[in-house]
């Protein structure tokens, strides 16, 4: 497997870590006005829109449609399609067999470049997940969030070789910290994995006591960090244009 992942010209896995912020609108007209703060003021690379939050989620009508707004005035920005359920700290949830068509569809309408899986979802589901959206021509983040605690080391590992056995082009992984040794614990597995070389993987520990690893993680094998425009999306994520200044000092 490549050690990168090329999504729109920005290659995932090299260099600096890429910079993704979250649209977090609950209405059209509040998307469009993040999607035009991010195109005016923020210097990014990717844009993950977090469906979740969307007041007409349940519909995948309304859903593709404001996807392919989301297209239009992002232009060239790669565009992340995440549906973050409520057991993983979403705003909802949908039915499994809901969930997987709404990720079907996305990938099909050629709108989102990459989508987001849950990697507890179930194997199967996500298996054929990952299949049908490297089928379809766009990449698989298979995701797993913690917002209660950080697991064991050995635990970690599993979780991000088992999203890539289960077909991620980008495992991913976000915790919560109650120590500062739990943000040791992260990082120790982020190397771990990317050590073994076998493509791109996205990791985080939340909140204050984890912000280190949004701006450090790449020294440990993170390929992307998650910043701030207008809303933060989860706790510890800091402002796009900090961030931004930070990653250059350290990874230039």
């Given at each position: 497997m490549s050690r990168i992942v090329e999504i729109r010209g920005i290659r995932v896995g090299e260099?600096?870590?890429?910079?993704?912020?979250?649209?977090?609108?609950?209405?059209?007209?509040?998307?469009?006005?993040?999607?035009?703060?991010?195109?005016?003021?923020t210097d990014l690379d990717f844009a993950e829109w977090?469906?979740?939050?969307?007041?007409?989620?349940?519909?995948?009508?309304?859903?593709?449609?404001?996807l392919a707004e989301l297209r239009n005035l992002l232009g060239d920005i790669p565009l992340i399609f995440t549906f973050r359920s409520a057991r993983e700290g979403g705003q909802r949830e949908l039915t499994t067999e809901a969930y997987t068509r709404l990720n079907r569809e996305a990938a099909a309408s050629g709108h989102a470049d990459v989508i987001d899986i849950e990697l507890f979802t179930g194997d199967e589901v996500v298996r054929e997940l990952t299949a049908e959206v490297k089928r379809l021509d766009a990449v698989s983040i298979v995701s797993n969030h913690d917002f209660d605690a950080t697991p064991a080391q050995a635990e970690l590992v599993s979780r991000l070789r088992?999203?890539?056995?289960?077909?991620?082009?980008?495992?991913?992984?976000?915790?919560?910290?109650?120590n500062p040794g739990d943000v040791l614990t992260l990082l120790a597995a982020t190397y771990e994995v990317s050590s073994e070389q076998q493509g791109p993987i996205i990791t985080m520990s939340m909140d204050k006591t984890g912000v280190v690893s949004r701006i450090a993680g790449g020294t440990f094998g993170s390929a992307l960090t998650f910043g701030a425009a207008k809303n933060v999306s989860a706790p510890g994520?800091?402002?796009?244009?900090?961030?931004?200044g930070i990653l250059n000092a350290l990874y230039a």
């Open positions: 260099g600096v870590p890429k910079i993704c912020v979250s649209l977090t609108g609950r209405t059209k007209e509040e998307l469009r006005e993040e999607a035009e703060l991010l195109l005016r003021t977090r469906v979740d939050f969307f007041e007409n989620a349940d519909s995948a009508e309304a859903v593709l449609e404001q088992r999203a890539r056995e289960l077909g991620a082009d980008i495992p991913k992984i976000a915790v919560m910290p109650r994520q800091l402002a796009v244009a900090e961030l931004k």
